[in-house]
């Protein structure tokens, strides 16, 4: 198990952290409204918002591994000045873009993948700053508080997006990117995040581990836990197929319930306000005292509220916002305590490289499970895809209690640590 000696007044520091991320989400999250907005309204072309999405995505499925290995070399918070002040540059290249009239769909695409292989390297310095900063009982909470903030970034962002459109300029919204993200380097220029002390970094340079030996280290670390190779292989099964079934939701509501953009606009607001509560109860309770039982109901609660959508009758309309609600809301419960786990469990020194390996492996078939799911749709209709998905969230959630190396996932250790990823005790 991961061993961190945190202080007793570990929250002041914590949170000025937490609260430097937190103001630069809202600035990310404005901003990348207007984005997919503009270009929405001068291409008119699907494919030209696919291709956003993946610009966005694949920097951080892709170069996940590799941001995570130079995190666990670098110091940690100058990792995350670095990335909020790597996106506050590409923000203000993109605002005297469009200022001078010369933006183009491609800037846009160069701004969002440098955007995503930011958040790559924050993502992973943050996650694994939080466990040397939170004390252990703590992390569940901690996590819940993380959704909570995404989830109502994802319901106050169009409304206040639009909202800045309509009295400013999409360069103004770039500017106040620039600002939060600033914002954020100042806070984190306050305080200290402790470091996990690696000898073999301060051996003789030449037997010093290189990149790709810390790299093979973090493979190797989660392909050889079968434990948590087997969570991953479960979440990008249930990536597969559920993250295509939420893509095609507007095909849900035109072909099926007749609908329009209102039915669309409910079912994504009942979607994020599900996120939020359940965000919130993840915060206030923390989960079960063993948090894979808490993800295990989660992944039955939220197949039952799938099924509800996918079976929806086309006048039961108000069926599928329940279901949407209810399927939003436990998903926190899921993917929470999965984090606090691999906080808790793997050491500090090497969780950088093993929670981005771990993210790109869950999200690795996505790209297969969208290629399947459009032709699949036009064959047999949307509604089997979502009772699809339904069922392998419910038959994932009832094989976790028949496996106990899942069940007892927290319990595990990891594979025995080579030399190049020795364990040390973070520096106080």
Known sequence: MATTEVAPNWWPRFFTVWASQAVSIVGSSVAGFALVWWLTTTTGSATVLVASALATTLPQVLLGPVAGALVDRLDRRA??????????????????????SQAQSWHVFVIMAARGLGGAFHFAAMQ???????PGRHLSRVAGLNQTVQASMAVLSPPLGALLLSITSIASIMVLDVATAAIAVALLACVTVPQPLREDLAAPVALRPTLLSDLRAGMRYVLEWRALGLLMATAALLNAVINPAMWLLPLLVTDHFAGGPGHLATLESAFSLGMVGGGLLLAAWGGFRRRMLTVLLGLLVAGMFLL????????RFWLAVVGMAGFAFVN???NGPIVAILQATVDPAIQGRVMTFALSLAHAATPLGLMISGPLADAVGVRPIYVAGATVCLACGL???????????EDGSGPPPGDEQAADRPSP
């Open 399 to 409: 094989t976790g209690f028949l496996v106990p190396e899942l069940l007892r996932f």
């Open 308 to 315: 509800t959508v996918g079976l929806a009758p086309s006048q």
């Open 128 to 134: 694994a700053s939080t466990t040397l900063m939170v």
């Open 332 to 334: 926190p419960l899921i």
């Open 79 to 100: 990792v995350m000045m670095a990335a909020d002040a790597a996106v506050a540059l590409v923000s203000a290249w993109l605002a005297y873009l469009f200022w001078s």
